[in-house]
């Protein structure tokens, strides 16, 4: 084990064994990234591997779409590890953009799901259409990181309109796509409209009762429809950091609350588990490194001991 880790019982050590057991390339690198001094270079090469020639990323980058064409929410997961390692930027972003721009949807977003994928496999539940909607699931973290990091495409401009207009105007929506909204108002430019939007939207998260607020209450708290027994939310997920505008949403009891859960969900294995519906062994098993990654990541955020 690596010299920098202390003891094989500490939390860190025991995901780290589990990372080199079970993880995909990407996944292995990007924890040497974060916590044992590994350089972005590495993660940059691991994560080429899922590039296409249209610039956009494929092959079962998320887990759930497999196959190898390139979708928006795979290029959604690139586009944040570009994020996390400091190289969202430069002609890459740029190509990416480019490759936003070809499947966008007449409203200038991105479709959950583009139709190449018809024919792979994919999960049950995700519906493969000719002409899918615009989705603020897709569109909003891919808008957020970009400007978070000031990146200038002639993309950007439509779907950050289509952004703001979902985001102001949601009513009926579920945690993930909640998710997707804290996303781009995290990174949105306009940051007195950002803070009121997700003042909003936090009212209605705990209005609708989208989010579990006491762990020991989960058997009375329903999940959103379509979910997974027990595929509740919890405030981390929604603040995975106390500079999220979400993090107001809660108060310091139930964050704590929340963040201890977390730690208590770490398995014997040392990874953590994933809470959605597994449909094929091979999902569960090379998603549960990159739930593992974002436990330690939040943990570390909100200055608990790993």
Excluded at 85 to 90: A, E, K, M, N, Q
Excluded at 235 to 261: I, N, Q, V
Aim: glycine content about 6%; overall charge negative; hydrophobic content about 40%.
């Amino acid at each position: 084990m690596a010299e920098n880790v202390s003891s094989p019982s500490t939390p860190l050590a025991r995901a780290e064994r589990f990372v080199w057991l079970t993880a995909r390339v990407l996944e292995q690198r990007l924890f040497e990234y974060h916590f044992l001094g590994g350089g972005a270079d590495p993660v940059e090469t691991a994560l080429a591997a899922y590039r296409n020639d249209d610039d956009g990323f494929g092959h079962a980058l998320e887990p759930d779409l497999r196959g190898p064409v390139s979708q928006p929410l795979h290029t959604a997961h690139a586009l944040k590890v570009l994020d996390l390692i400091g190289r969202c930027d430069g002609r890459q972003v740029e190509r990416i953009c480019r490759y936003l721009t070809k499947i966008s949807t007449p409203e200038g977003a991105l479709p959950a799901l583009h139709p190449s994928l018809r024919g792979y496999p994919a999960a049950p539940w995700i519906p493969v259409v000719d002409d899918p909607p615009s989705a603020l699931l897709a569109t909003g973290p891919v808008v957020g990181v970009l400007h978070r990091n000031e990146v200038w495409h002639a993309w950007l401009f439509r779907a950050t309109d289509y952004c703001w207009a979902a985001v102001e105007s949601m009513e009926e929506t579920h945690p993930y796509e909640v998710e997707a909204a804290v996303a781009f108002l995290d990174g949105a430019p306009d940051r007195p409209r950002a803070a009121a939007a997700a003042q909003r939207l936090g009212r209605l998260v705990r209005d609708r009762r989208l989010v579990l607020l006491d762990p020991e209450q989960a058997a009375d708290v329903p999940v959103a429809p379509g979910y997974a027994p027990g595929e509740h939310h919890l405030a981390y997920d929604f603040a995975p950091a106390p500079g999220s505008l979400a993090r107001d949403w809660f108060t310091d009891e139930e964050m704590e609350r929340a963040l201890d859960h977390l730690v208590a969900l770490q398995e014997e294995d040392g990874g953590w588990p994933v809470n959605w519906r597994v449909w094929a062994p091979g999902t569960a098993l090379e998603s549960r490194p990159m739930v593992t990654l974002r436990a330690l990541l939040t943990l570390r955020a909100y200055g608990r001991p790993l």
